[in-house]
């Protein structure tokens, strides 16, 4: 309701290139800060729910006053408390997916994908909604109906079953790990660490051109609708890719296809680069549901198949949220640099160049040889 064109709502108010991406910037700071000990705090907590609905209404609330705000620097001080919750809860909700689903199918197979389309679902439905109020009535019902669906989520949280937020016994009998035991694990499996640092370079570089994509939609003649509808088609596009990515990664392999979305992505940038118009704008922007689907199921399931289940959380904390965020705040810098000097589309050829070093390292990382087997009992 609110996400997809919060950049439009910050260029109606004036801001400049440099103060958008600083919004975006200071709230990646603030993440990489705060995201492992909320990981670690999940990992230990006795109440995990409660942890999950406490954040869900932190969330609603720093976000809904982004929208509300007009002034620079109560917007990112709201936008910093957002981003500094919002990142570990999303990374901790999707690995909880992922457990979830690992356990109630009969060999083991995670079925992730056919839990997380119902998200991409529901996002197809509310942008192309939600691009159709904007256009027409302004933020504000955006902003009510955002904090409408916040109130349900919490509803939804508070009606699951305990079991889905309880850990193993044997997983509880075993000591916690410290955050610099976690990293330290991290770094010394030379596959997962030079994979994420590829993933920590390729997905933030993507957040760059997020970040100002919908502006030069709209400098190429596209309304909100149009960005509502193109993020609502890329949502409705993950569906089929989230139903089986899970054993396309198996079958292809993990390093194959990381490898094949930094390319897959080179190519959108290029293409944009080359063809500067609002249809090749907003043709590559709907079909980000291919790398993004493939990117976050391949992520959770390198992470997993990789480093003990009592210290995932932790981890996904540190990867997903901590290094991507050094990546972001380096994305949203030059971008707005870019953007402010040059103009959108060279934002698109410094994708293209960071998605390059991406592909480099991620050809560098060797065989992938995980150190846990797996719930089925086989080494993929």
Same mark, same amino acid.
Request: hydrophobic share 55%; aromatic share 12%.
């Given at each position: ?39 670690? !705090?999940? =990992? ?5 729910? *409660? ?9 609603? +609330? ?14 990112? $001080? ?56 904007? *256009? ?12 409408? $669906?916040?109130?349900?989520?919490? +509803? ?89 990515? =899970? ?22 940038? !290029? &293409?944009?680069?080359? /063809? ?15 790398? /993004? ?24 904390? $540190?990867?997903?949220?901590? !290094? ?15 953007? =402010? ?12 160049? &960071? ?12 065989? /992938? ?12």
């Amino acid at each position: 309701m609110l996400l997809a064109f919060l950049s439009l709502q910050y260029d109606s108010l004036g801001f400049s290139g440099i103060q958008i991406s600083t919004i975006m910037i200071v709230g990646s700071a603030a993440l990489i800060l705060v995201a492992p000990r909320y990981g670690l !705090l999940y =990992d230990r907590a006795i109440d995990k729910r *409660q942890v999950l609905v406490i954040s869900l209404v932190i969330m609603g +609330v720093s976000l809904s006053s982004v929208a509300w705000l007009k002034a620079f620097v109560p917007i990112l $001080f709201a936008y910093m408390i957002y981003r500094m919750v919002m990142g570990p809860y999303y990374s901790i909700s999707e690995n909880l997916s992922y457990a979830v689903a690992a356990k109630s199918t009969d060999k083991g197979n995670s079925s992730f994908g056919s839990i997380r389309l119902w998200g991409s679902i529901g996002y197809a439905i509310a942008t192309v909604f939600a691009g159709w109020l904007y *256009q027409s009535f302004g933020i504000t019902i955006n902003t009510m109906l955002f904090l409408v $669906f916040t109130g349900l989520s919490v +509803v939804v949280l508070l009606l699951m079953p305990d079991s889905v937020f309880k850990v193993e016994e044997e997983e509880e009998a075993k000591e916690s790990l410290s955050i610099p035991a976690v990293l330290k694990l991290v770094v010394s499996h030379r596959f997962l660490w030079l994979m994420v640092l590829a993933l920590a370079i390729s997905d933030p570089t993507q957040d760059g051109v997020r970040s100002f994509e919908p502006i030069y939609m709209s400098n190429l003649g596209l309304g909100a609708g149009m960005v509502g509808l193109a993020s609502s088609l890329s949502a409705i596009g993950e569906v089929p890719f989230m139903m089986y990515a =899970d054993r396309v990664i198996r079958k292809i392999g993990i390093q194959r296809i990381i490898v094949a979305v930094i390319l897959f992505d080179l190519v959108r940038r !290029l &293409l944009v680069w080359f /063809f500067p118009s609002a249809a090749m704008v907003f043709a590559t922007s709907i079909i980000t549901s291919v790398s /993004f689907t493939f990117r976050l199921v391949g992520t959770l399931m390198l992470v997993n198949l990789s480093l003990p289940k009592r210290v995932v959380n932790t981890a996904h904390a $540190f990867i997903y949220v901590t !290094l991507f965020g050094v990546g972001y705040i380096v994305s949203n810098a030059l971008s707005g640099l870019v953007v =402010d000097r040059f103009g959108n589309r060279e934002v698109y050829l410094v994708a293209a160049a &960071l998605n390059l070093l991406s592909l480099f390292l991620a050809l560098s990382a060797g065989r /992938f040889e995980p150190k846990l087997t797996p719930v089925g009992g086989k080494n993929e």
